[in-house]
Nanobody
Framework: QVQLVESGGGLVQPGGSLRLSCAAS????????MSWYRQAPGKERELVAI????????NYTDSVKGRFTISRDNAKNTMYLQMNALTPEDTGMYYC??????WGQGTQVTVSS
């Protein structure tokens, strides 16, 4: 059974940091490109960051470049998203996605003072 479980979301003040994790099981994690998406209230889901495997090449949407870092640990079947210098515009539900079309249930990130 394929599972993607996100964690690490929460409430943070503007300028703060959070580290999201996505724990994968039920498929060969190391073979697949993984990505983070987010969906703000009233908006469409958007791709935030992507990381390939093998190779670990990364790409980011322009609004998070220089602030977010995507990474993965294939030995632990886990992907991460380090988010720094958070702004209220980063608020939303964050989802991890596996290339075959697997989705997690999401973790909420709220940036507010």
């Amino acid at each position: 059974q394929v599972q993607l479980v996100e964690s690490g979301g929460g409430l943070v003040q503007p300028g703060g940091s959070l580290r999201l994790s996505c724990a994968a099981s039920g498929f060969t994690f190391s073979r697949y490109t993984m990505s983070w998406y987010r969906q703000a209230p009233g908006k469409e889901r958007e791709l935030v960051a992507i990381i390939t495997s093998p190779g670990g090449r990364t790409n980011y949407t322009d609004s998070v470049k220089g602030r977010f870092t995507i990474s993965r640990d294939n030995a632990k079947n886990t992907m991460y998203l380090q988010m720094n210098a958070l702004t209220p515009e980063d608020t939303g539900m964050y989802y991890c996605k596996g290339e075959p079309g697997y989705w997690g249930q999401g973790t909420q990130v709220t940036v507010s003072s």
